[in-house]
């Protein structure tokens, strides 16, 4: 490109020296939505380096604003992408911008400056009055948004979906403690945070508690899983992450498979092609975890550049454990740019992790209502499993190749993934660009955890003394001999003949306790109780591949912009699932809890032989089995957006998926398998019994999503938008065979306003759900997983603002108000219709988060504090328990104790307030307080984190 050089903006210092204008790595930008002649002086001098631009088409261009730390060509990039402007080179210094179009005669240079004024411009350069500039340039409305949205020019203010931003400050600023509790920083979406660093559930508008299989997690722009559920168990947030961008229904169920809820697309930081760059982070928790992240960047060659980063820690994990858990996770990534525009990326992501996981517990409700701990386990710290559950060996059904089946709670949840992605771009023409992206997951996972009360729910939570007292002992019921319906103490009776009375034995220290002991039996913990928990074992092997291809052809010409993208997305899953000998134990109500073993007792006190095998009561009595299924799907869309004038914008989509589902669910003998000789206890067989063969079906299915909306600027402040949007999202195979998809459809609408003081979105939505499909476990079987399906309807209003009155203060507020519905259940296709018109187990109607921010003297920092509200929620569908409303307090700073040096530190619920977040699911789908308790998650008590990130 030979253009004549009209005029160049002078530097105060002289012009940039090569050394000085080489630094083009991740720098700070801070550049308002402006008129593109003084836009792009201001992000010259901020990234130290001259731009070259025609200043032709400068002219009457405004560029959007470009805020948060980038990488400076992602930077400059997303600084023209409002523009007909386009960048035609840049080799670390020097940047030539270029009309989109022919017919450029001029072009000016932009260099950086000490200081903010405007270029001098010459009679090339047409002068512009920094009065004239958009009093709304600050706005964070202005920034261009990715995810929902295909043309890379429509910014939060001008979309027409309902899109959130989260740059990296802001997730260092929220400080999650698990990846799901990333997802709070969208409006709408509701997250159970409290199983530990993985396997958290969350959902979206309205939706019942535990939806995450409506919201797909992306990174880069890729679903992590093709299912969406489980997605946190591959992926980490840690220092290779860049920033977080959401879209709630309108395009996600387009752009994305299985996002008929939301998308969440975690983007990460790509190469640095000009210099070396390096991040480390060192983490603490008052809680015992300790975490180092490590970032480094370089190029290789010319337009080659490489970056690898993750994170090792040890975990000891929020609530108080005697075990120790060990994880690490790294991804790389090898990047070529070619002249031509064009881009290849490989990407490669191993880890192999071990996390804890918390499960239910029970707690104590007073008469008043109030709920509290059960004494001898703190419901805010505490967690049952511990030392006791180290190990267990429970018998198997043979044809599943083990007739021992190890558990551990010691292992956690063992997660180890190797993902192989590859993205490719490539430029036909000025206004043509082809992709495409694909990626392969090998993962699995080994998930040791526990489930008090689950099956047996609260009828097992009583004191010991009732449970060695054959008339009132929970145990009573049971029939351990295969072919007889003789009962637990009755086949007791017959091993042991001589029994006086029976008694607990510590299975870790020996200790025995008589029934005849009642005082010592009373007095167990300061609670006198026993219960049952359940040892949730469950493999699960995933191969999962997937592609998304296409062109994208953006047009324009006089009063119209356009931007069409057409693809195609190609997946394949196979899954393995083993949930095979799940058993249950009897232990405590403490914390790091016992496990007893039942024991038959003579006369003197002396032990005749035990009931129970090492704490275990029965077997193969809980869970899904074994199954593997396969997907595979084919989708073929399409999306335009269209801006009319400079104020009209049109954007409208569609796609179309077939799949093909086949599943081999394990079939279950008619006799049960006998134990291994030798195997202590009264069960004589290993329960629910895979005979080594499989039913299998297959299904196909297909679907249509679609999706239309229309932003309006009625003026440079105040946009209106409307969409509606039809999306499904795939069920797959399990071992209630296959499903169908489940349908949504979403209406919604808003207005939006910014200026340089006050940003606002307010939205209307309604989201309708039909035949929203899940499995729970059937109280009155609890080996057999019951299929439900329903209609959830809900209209709700969602405010998402931020206050900025002063330079140094901010206030950041976004709740949503939504009243869903419960219709047409049925429990394996037969009708219930005593839950018509109840709430959602395990649904906010109200959730509302406010964000104060005071920045400190010389950018040094912030302090900030946050009040997160979530209002009641009912712990089941029959609307049986109530969980109150609950205030979570946190403050935190950020402070640069240098430019390379920052420091953080959050320490959340402050007040150390009291919070539940479900009740039992797996206790079925009417829960009841009994005798005084329930079973249910609480919140973390007040806990610290700290971490100290250096720029290398």
Do not use: C
């Amino acid at each position: 490109m030979s253009l004549p050089l009209v005029s160049v903006v002078a530097i105060a210092a002289g012009f940039a020296t090569p050394a000085a204008a080489a630094q083009t790595g991740v720098r700070s930008f801070n550049v308002p939505r402006q008129p593109a002649a003084t836009g792009l002086v201001r992000f010259a001098q901020q990234a130290g380096i001259q731009i070259l631009a025609p200043s032709d088409v400068t002219r009457g261009e405004t560029v959007a604003a470009v805020k948060g730390q980038l990488p400076i060509e992602d930077g400059l990039r997303r600084l023209i992408g409002t523009t007909r402007l386009r960048l035609v080179s840049f080799d670390g210094r020097t940047a030539v911008i270029a009309a989109s179009r022919p017919g450029v005669a001029h072009t000016i240079a932009y260099a950086p400056q000490q200081d903010t004024a405007p270029a001098t411009a010459t009679d090339a350069t047409p002068q512009t009055d920094p009065a004239d500039t958009n009093a709304a340039a600050d706005s964070p409305q202005n920034d261009i948004i990715v995810t929902g949205n295909t043309s890379d020019r429509r910014t939060l203010f001008n979309s027409s979906s309902n899109v959130t931003l989260a740059s990296a400050a802001d997730l260092l600023r929220k400080a999650p403690r698990s990846t799901a509790e990333t997802l709070e920083l969208v409006p709408g979406v509701f997250v159970e945070g409290t199983a530990g660093p993985i396997s958290n559930n969350y959902s979206v508008r309205g939706l019942r508690g535990g939806s995450q299989q409506f919201i797909t997690l992306e990174e880069d722009g890729m679903p992590i899983l093709y299912g969406g559920s489980g997605a946190d168990f591959y992926f980490q947030n840690d220092i290779t992450i860049n920033r977080l961008e959401a879209v709630e229904g309108g395009t996600s169920g387009v752009l994305a498979p299985n996002g008929a809820g939301a998308t969440i697309n975690f983007i990460s930081m790509k190469p640095d092609h000009d210099k070396a760059t390096a991040m480390v982070r060192y983490t603490g928790a008052s809680y015992g975890d300790l975490r180092a992240d490590g970032y480094f960047s370089a190029p290789i060659a010319d337009g080659w550049a490489f970056n690898v980063g993750g994170y090792i820690t040890s975990q000891k994990g929020v609530r108080r454990t005697p075990f120790t858990f060990n994880a690490y996770d790294v991804k790389a990534m090898l990047e070529k740019k070619f002249d031509s525009g064009g881009l290849f990326r490989l990407t490669v992501k191993h880890g192999d992790k071990h996390f804890p996981y918390y499960a239910d517990m029970p707690f104590r409700v007073a008469s008043d209502g109030t709920i509290s701990s059960v004494p001898g386990l703190d419901l805010k710290r505490d967690d049952v499993g511990g030392r006791g559950f180290t190990q267990f060996l429970v018998p198997d059904a043979p044809a599943t190749g083990q007739s021992l089946r190890r558990f551990s709670s010691a292992d956690g949840v063992h997660v180890k993934s190797t993902t192989y992605r590859v993205d490719v771009e490539l430029p036909v023409s000025s206004s043509v660009r082809l992709f495409g992206r694909a990626r392969y997951l090998d993962g699995s996972y080994d998930f040791n955890g526990i489930f008090p009360g689950s099956g047996s729910g609260t009828a097992g939570l009583t004191s010991a003394l009732n449970y060695l007292t054959p008339a009132n002992s929970p145990l009573a019921g049971l029939t351990p001999l295969n072919g007889t319906t003789l009962t637990y103490f009755q086949v007791a009776q017959i091993r042991f003949p001589t029994v006086a009375q029976y008694g607990l034995r510590n299975i870790r220290t020996g200790q025995v306790i008589a029934a005849s002991d009642t005082a010592t039996l009373n007095a167990l913990n300061g609670n006198g109780l026993l219960q049952q928990t359940v040892l949730n074992h469950q493999t699960l092997t995933t191969k999962d591949f997937g592609s998304d291809f296409g062109a994208k052809w953006d047009a324009g010409s006089g009063g119209f912009q356009n931007s069409l993208t057409v693809g195609g997305m190609v997946y394949n899953v196979r899954r393995r699932n083993d949930q095979s000998a799940v058993a249950t134990v009897l232990n405590d109500v403490r914390n790091d809890s016992n496990v007893y073993d039942m024991v038959a007792l003579d006369a003197s006190g002396g032990v005749l032989g035990a009931l129970t095998n090492n704490g275990l009561v029965n077997y193969g009595n809980w869970g899904q089995g074994l199954f593997n299924d396969e997907v595979t799907s084919l989708s073929g869309y399409f999306n335009d957006e269209l801006t009319i004038g400079d104020r009209l914008h049109i954007d409208f989509g569609a796609r179309y998926e077939h799949q093909h589902v086949r599943v081999a669910i394990g079939n279950t003998a008619t006799t049960n398998a006998l134990v291994p000789a030798g195997t202590p206890g009264l069960y004589d067989n290993v329960g629910s019994t895979f005979d080594g063969t499989y039913t299998r079906q297959s299904a196909n299915y297909s679907d249509w999503a679609y999706t239309g909306g229309i932003n309006y600027e009625l003026t440079d402040h105040i946009a209106l938008y409307v969409r509606g949007a039809h999306g499904f999202q795939t069920n797959g195979g399990d071992t209630g065979g296959t499903h169908k998809p489940t349908g949504l459809t979403l209406y919604e609408g808003g207005v939006r306003f910014k200026s340089r003081m006050f940003n606002a979105s307010v939205i209307g939505f309604r989201t309708e759900f039909r035949d929203q499909s899940y499995q729970f476990i059937n109280p009155d079987n609890p080996a057999v997983a019951s299929n439900a399906l329903a209609d959830n309807f809900t209209n709700g209003v969602q405010v998402d603002a931020t206050l900025r009155p002063v330079s140094f203060f901010s206030i950041d507020a976004q709740g949503v108000y939504q009243d869903p519905k419960l219709s047409n259940l049925r429990f394996d296709g037969v009708a219930q219709t005593q839950y018509e018109g109840n709430t959602p187990e395990r649904t906010p109607k109200k959730l509302l988060t406010v964000t104060p921010s005071f920045i400190l003297p010389g950018g040094f920092g912030e302090i900030y504090g946050r009040w997160k509200y979530v209002g009641k929620i009912f712990a089941d569908s029959g609307n049986g328990i109530a969980l109150p409303a609950y205030s979570v307090f946190t403050v935190g700073a950020s402070v640069d104790v240098s430019p390379r040096l920052n420091l953080t530190v959050s320490v959340d619920n402050l007040t150390n307030a009291k919070g539940f977040t479900e009740g039992n699911p797996r206790q079925g789908q009417t829960q009841t307080i009994t005798d005084g308790y329930f079973y249910g998650r609480a919140i973390v008590g007040r806990n610290a984190l700290m971490s100290a990130t250096l720029k290398l």
